[in-house]
Antibody, heavy 121, light 110 residues
Framework: QVTLRESGPALVKPTQTLTLTCTFS??????????VSWIRQPPGKAPEWLAR???????FYSTSLDTRLTISKDTSKNQVVLTLANMDPVDTGTYYC?????????????WGQGTMVTVSS | EIVLTQSPGTLSLSPGERATLSCRAS???????LAWYQQKPGQAPRLLIY???IRATGIPDRFSGSGSGTDFTLTISGLVPDDFAVYYC???????????FGQGTLLEIK
């Protein structure tokens, strides 16, 4: 059974860097074809994809946020880490990690429960 | 950048009725790369349909997806109380690699 869980600060100040950790089980990011993404959702709005990291360490970022985002993995801990620099109040929302659909890689198959992040001074 | 527009914004129906939700893309989408999600308050989205018409694991067969090109549809036959939620379509783009969601349709009990 695949599970994912996000962790990180609930409150960050403007200009700070947000660091979130996704801890997963039920699969390994050393297995060919496995990928994990981060998605965020502002309150009352649609989800927005942020980044993806693949088993071979290939990385993809949202074009609108790529200068601020970094994604990495620690396969020994079954973790994926996302950093988002220069936080702003518009970055407030729930941040999810998700396992990418194996094979097509076209959708988000299993999601964590999400972690709410508020940006405020 | 391909934009996904969902309609209607809100759909009010009664249990037992059929729901038809639309997702229109600003450019043609590969049918393999169109998905649908259900989201209830306080929960993460749940994958319902991928590849336009393939139900994800454990999804009841009252959920069906169809479409091609720029027009895609999610149909829910015989609504049950548990189906009232927000529904999002989502596309995958290979170049550049990325994922985009529609703005959502709220399916509410009439």
């Amino acid at each position: 059974q695949v599970t994912l869980r996000e962790s990180g600060p609930a409150l960050v100040k403007p200009t700070q860097t947000l660091t979130l950790t996704c801890t997963f089980s039920g699969f390994s990011l050393t297995t060919s074809g496995m990928c994990v993404s981060w998605i965020r959702q502002p309150p009352g709005k649609a989800p927005e994809w942020l980044a993806r990291i693949d088993w071979d360490d290939e990385k993809f970022y949202s074009t609108s946020l790529d200068t601020r985002l970094t994604i990495s993995k620690d396969t020994s801990k079954n973790q994926v880490v996302l950093t988002l620099a220069n936080m702003d109040p518009v970055d407030t929302g729930t941040y999810y990690c998700a396992q990418i659909l194996v094979g097509l890689r076209s959708a988000f198959d299993t999601w964590g429960q999400g972690t709410m992040v508020t940006v405020s001074s | 950048e391909i934009v996904l527009t969902q309609s209607p914004g809100t759909l009010s129906l009664s249990p037992g009725e059929r729901a038809t939700l639309s997702c229109r893309a600003s450019q043609s989408v590969n049918y393999s790369y169109l998905a649908w999600y259900q989201q209830k308050p306080g929960q993460a989205p749940r994958l319902l349909i991928y590849g336009t018409s393939i139900r994800a694991t454990g999804i009841p067969d009252r959920f069906s997806g169809s479409g091609s090109g720029t027009d895609f549809t999610l149909t829910i036959s015989g609504l049950v109380p548990d189906d009232f939620a927000v529904y999002y379509c989502q596309r995958y783009d290979m170049s550049p690699r990325g994922y985009t969601f529609g703005q959502g349709t709220l399916l509410e009990i009439k």
